[in-house]
């Protein structure tokens, strides 16, 4: 195929839940969350390459080693239409009537399955690409739409902070300014579900009220004490968790305890679970404490990053 014009190449990045409640099942059967994201220095990286074949879409996936090592090959080995990036060009196609050929590479670091956003960032990433090389025929609120229908996670990646309060289904985003963090990631090597951590919340809750009716927690921490102040402070650590950590079968959740007891044995301010898993974090005041922990988790563990947190 003849290539048309010079490639486009953007950096994907991963993002971590540093706080996430889960609220009610709602009817449209997912949940209302309060959670608080973050972006990091490390993630996927997209090449965008205009093709002098109109519609065609050719995307080639290069898996790195820690995009592979939560050995999850649903995610890792799918046929192209059920790949996260071409449903975002066909989407995005459908709503523009763009039809410029395309070969998209992507770069793959982030673990599958890890609860850092990887799919969400890489989808995020074409609608931005494309909107881009399209000459921007949509604007930012028609985005965040595509985007919400591609997944809940995607909105928080077509807005530049790099920081976010997330309510509402994953739609609502109010940026947040933070401190910069020095965080060290470990993945057990094994993926995590999300609809599946979420039916495992569910029947959590059922079983903790008796079969009776599902007991949600009272309004979340952030929304009720913070809506004014949009700065978040290291203190403010003591007010979150993840409401996924208590709802796993035993082995997974003694895997996640294990790894953030031992982050916080190691210096950390605060350490938790990303998403609904399976990766956990620590978050470090500084880059040579994030290091040590990793050298000693690195010992047990195959992935383990030492990452910044984005700032803006
Ligand atoms: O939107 P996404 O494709 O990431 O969601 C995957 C699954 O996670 C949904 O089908 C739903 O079961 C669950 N989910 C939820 N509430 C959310 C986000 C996801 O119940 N806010």
Not at 3 to 24: R, Y
Not at 197 to 203: C, P, T
Not at 225 to 231: E, G, P, V
Request: aromatic share 8%.
């Amino acid at each position: 195929m003849p290539v048309l014009d010079k490639q486009l190449t953007v950096f994907a990045p991963a993002k971590l839940n540093l706080h996430l409640v889960v609220g009610e099942k709602r009817s449209d059967g997912f949940h209302n969350l309060e959670s608080i994201f973050l972006k990091a220095d490390f993630g996927d990286t997209l090449s965008f390459l205009p093709v002098d074949d109109q519609n065609s879409i050719k995307i080639v996936m290069e898996f790195g080693e820690d995009a592979c090592i939560t050995g999850n090959s649903s995610l890792t080995d799918i046929p192209q239409e059920e790949n996260i990036i071409y449903k975002a060009v066909s989407l995005f196609r459908s709503k523009t009537g763009f039809c410029q050929g395309l070969i998209i590479k992507a770069e793959k670091r982030i673990p599958a399955g890890g609860g850092l956003g990887g799919g969400s960032s890489d989808a995020a990433c074409a609608l931005l690409a494309l909107n881009q090389i399209a000459g921007s025929p949509l604007n930012f609120d028609r985005l965040l739409e595509l985007a919400a229908a591609l997944g809940s996670d995607v909105p928080f990646f077509i807005h530049e902070t790099n920081a976010a309060l997330v309510t509402g289904r994953g739609e609502c985003i109010k940026p947040l300014k933070t401190p910069r963090m020095f965080l060290t990631l470990v993945n057990p090597g094994f993926p995590s579900d999300t609809a599946s951590a979420f039916r495992l919340l569910d029947n959590y809750r059922l079983q903790a009220s008796g079969g009776n009716k599902t007991s949600i927690p009272e309004s979340p921490p952030f929304t009720r004490q913070r809506s004014a102040s949009l700065r978040l402070r290291k203190k403010d650590f003591t007010n979150m968790y993840n409401d996924f950590l208590p709802v796993f079968p035993e082995r997974e959740k003694s895997v996640y305890n294990g790894i953030i007891a031992q982050l916080m044995e190691l210096g950390a301010c605060f350490a938790s679970l990303s998403g609904s898993g399976s990766t956990c974090f620590g978050v470090f005041n500084g880059k040579d404490s994030a290091e040590n922990a990793a050298l000693v988790l690195g010992k047990k563990w195959k992935f383990v990053r030492v990452c910044k947190t984005l700032l803006k």
